[in-house]
């Protein structure tokens, strides 16, 4: 009868019990009582009846592989403590193994079923030559991709993605050739940093030389003309913790020089777009500072977003039409008002 695979699964059972054993792998006394107030601290419910299964179950698969004299006892059932003195340095290795084997065919069927999500380009280049490719795209044929996305992914110069991709990791000096939508075109010396998606385009983050900006250069996918890689140059990686704090009060991916982060106040009118901004917040720290209802002024619920005021967080705004309104500060809602009225006269008789 085939063994049962203790450390399968995403229950606490399983995680107890690779923790259990990973302690005995180090040869050192463990007690009962120290893992117990070990994972109660740590916030875990059902410690004790979970240890109770996983603790013994642990020690006899241990056994079986490692024979009986591989665990050494020493105390009574109250302090009693244990340690693992087998020759073999990891006898429910092939447990863990096979444990990984199962996730990573998991992590391989969801990239098969993604297909209609991620970029076809990211496919063809990491499953490049491989059997796997030949079914993504048979199924996506047939309509058996149940994972898509509503952008369209065959946007100018997608294919490059993986490129860069492997010159952010490989740490590769490039030099860019770039259009702007305005302006001349031009070429950069770059240290690429990061790739951050936004609204279905991609940017390319980094280092330009020759400018004033250092880190957080950004570049559209879609703008790029041609890339060149530039072997005889040092790369010089990003500040640490530098794009942490970049994006970090940030809506989209644009940041206007001189302009700093505010507590923007948004007032939703409706319920229903009180709820709509509720479950799709424009940033990570959006918080509702008043509930939707009946209030002295009106009907209304109110948020707060701390964030710089850039034409992303406009356009996604006046996503919301009259549903929503800014309410401070005095220079956000003028720039909102002053942008609705321009609209409007575009539509004026």
Known sequence: MAR?????GTGYFSQLSERVYKSLMTRQWIKYAEIKEREKKEGYKGTANALKKAFPAVCDAIREVAGA?????????KHRRIRYVGEDPDPLGDMLRARTIKSLKKYWRFCQDSAGFFPMSWLEYFFHNCQDLLEIRSRQKHGHLPI???LDRKLKNIEMLPLLYEYIVKQRVLSIDYKPFVGEAFT?????HCLREYNGRWFLFGRAEGGDIGDGFN???DRVVEIRELPDKDYVTATPGYYEEYFKDLVGVTRPLGEVAKDIRVRAHTLYIYRLFETKPLHPEQKTIVEFGEHADGCYGEFVIHTLLNKELIGRLL???D???VTAPDDVRTVMRE???RMGSLYSE
């Open 4 to 8: 049962r695979n203790l450390f399968n």
């Open 219 to 221: 570049l559209a996918l």
């Open 339 to 341: 942008t609705i009225k």
């Open 148 to 150: 898509a996305s509503s």
């Open 319 to 321: 996503l919301y039409g």
């Open 323 to 325: 549903g929503i309104e």
């Open 188 to 192: 950069v010396v770059f240290h690429p």
């Open 69 to 77: 004299e591989s665990i050494e006892k020493e105390g009574d059932l």
